[in-house]
């Protein structure tokens, strides 16, 4: 089992910059693609960025140029740098990691409760 714990939400005017934390306990995570997610009311969660057990990250073309994905070694903290943020940024931002075992017709997905983000003009 797993449990992923966001920190560092919070109000921003626009321009400014925060970082968000993803802590996780539990099961091994070296071998889970690590990401986070965004969602608004009335909205479907959208992909903010992930970074795959290899190191590789991709992002969400509102953020790419802007966000930072990162993890230390390990892979039990994952952090989000966000940087030149608008206020369409606002929303609550969700840690996720995801797995799906070799030759499995299954996959493990856990989230984290979600950390508020408001981006002022």
């Known amino acids: 089992q797993v449990q992923l714990a966001e920190s560092g939400g919070g109000s921003v005017q626009s321009g400014g910059s925060l970082r968000l934390t993803c802590e996780s306990s539990g099961d091994d995570l070296s071998e889970y693609t690590r990401g986070w997610y965004r969602q608004v009311p009335r909205n479907p969660r959208e992909l903010v960025a992930i970074?795959?057990?290899?190191?590789?990250?991709n992002y969400g073309n509102s953020v790419a140029g802007r966000f930072t994905i990162s993890e230390d070694i390990g892979k039990k903290t994952v952090y989000l740098q966000m940087d030149s943020l608008k206020p369409e940024d606002t929303a609550v931002y969700y840690c996720?990691?995801?797995?799906?075992?070799?030759?499995?017709?299954?996959?493990?997905?856990?989230w984290g409760d979600g950390t508020s983000v408001t981006v002022s003009s």
């Open positions: 996720n990691a995801d797995h799906k075992p070799a030759g499995a017709n299954y996959f493990y997905r856990y």
């Open positions: 970074i795959f057990p290899n190191g590789t990250a």
